[in-house]
């Protein structure tokens, strides 16, 4: 049965879509997100960047932080420690002209929690709440302020104290949209997602803007996602890399229709605008090994993905990832 999309809005930003590209760490940089675009994505956001490196220019800092007229609205995401450094972040971003600014208290990645940032910010709310608060006072409503949690950061932990805590303050705040990932920081990926505590959300806080992440490896998942929970929109991770589609596929969905999937023609020309943008982002001596992990996600639309995936695996230079599309992507 066709199911109608609706858009939802971050503060006064509106988006037209409720499926958006989430920020993933070594994939939602500028090159990808103007792919993404280029096919129907319709708000995404930066990698998330150090609220540190932030306050100190550096090559890394003016690669994370490029943005492009065709990239928007896109939230900047920063991760940190202090309340201080933060705001002052946020502010920095804000100044440079992303639409919205995006607090991560959600990674599970080991190396972050041991330096205590993300997911480990979900055993201290009385610090996320802090730090929240002083974002919001920094940026003076000249940005909407968004943040991504996690249900819990021990999956033993079934009364989610620490996240209704967090989010309550953060709506009655003025945090413009909360985004939960319905895994705990334990989890990290693994075992299965739990909606029923998206729809647990989303009955506490109705009229807030709300979005669900977790386990919408595909369009039909999203849309299932929204069907079932009630959130407002949903963020794509793992099944929007290499799918550049995922946004389009989405609207097939809803409307019934098969998903659309690309030729080895239209791969190939999707491919080598991707490969484009990468070079102009990192240099053509980089790009190819950044390219590298796209090729092996985007092999997945290939009517042989096994072979095409073992040839990325090797390429090392642009010569390399053209002598891949010229064996496997005909460009008619």
């Not at 500028?30 to 932030?54: F, H, N």
């Not at 990645?109 to 974002?135: A, E, N």
């Not at 490969?275 to 090729?295: D, N, S, V």
Request: proline letters at 6%; glycine letters at 8%; a positive charge.
């Amino acid at each position: 049965m066709p199911y109608e999309l609706k858009p939802f809005s971050i503060g006064p930003i509106q988006v037209a879509s409720p499926v958006v590209l989430a920020a993933l760490a070594g994939y939602s940089d500028l090159a990808y997100r103007k792919i993404c675009r280029q096919l129907g994505c319709p708000y995404s956001a930066t990698e998330a960047m150090l609220d540190t490196l932030m306050l100190a220019d550096g090559k890394l800092r003016r690669r994370l932080v490029k943005l492009a007229d065709d990239d928007h609205p896109v939230a900047g995401q920063i991760m940190g420690c202090t309340a201080e450094s933060m705001s002052a972040a946020a502010v920095v971003l804000a100044e440079m002209g992303f639409d919205a600014i995006d607090l991560n208290f959600a990674c599970p990645v080991r190396k972050v929690l041991g330096r205590h940032r993300g997911g480990w910010m979900m055993g201290q709310p009385d610090l996320v709440i802090d730090i929240i608060g002083r974002v919001l006072d920094a940026l003076a409503g000249k940005r909407p302020l968004t943040i991504k949690l996690r249900r819990a950061f021990h999956e033993a932990d079934r009364e989610y104290e620490a996240f209704y805590k967090i989010a309550r303050f953060a709506y009655s705040a003025g945090v413009a949209s909360v985004c939960v990932h319905a895994r705990s920081v334990s989890q990290k990926y693994t075992g299965k997602a739990d909606w029923s505590f998206l729809a647990a959300a989303r009955r506490e806080f109705p009229g807030r803007t709300l979005l669900g992440s977790g386990d919408a490896f595909t369009p039909a998942d999203a849309i299932a996602m929204i069907q079932q929970t009630g959130v407002d929109g949903v963020t794509a991770a793992r099944g929007a890399i290499g799918n550049p589609w995922f946004f389009r596929q989405v609207q097939d969905v809803a409307a019934g229709r098969e998903p659309y999937h690309p030729a080895p023609a239209e791969l190939r020309r999707v491919m080598e605008d991707h490969f484009r943008h990468a070079c102009e982002l990192y240099g053509p001596r980089r790009a190819p090994k950044i390219m590298r992990k796209f090729g092996i996600k985007y092999a997945r639309m290939h009517p042989h993905p096994a072979k095409v995936r073992l040839a990325f695996i090797n390429v090392k230079k642009q010569a390399d990832w053209q002598a891949v599309l010229e064996e496997f992507f005909p460009d008619k």
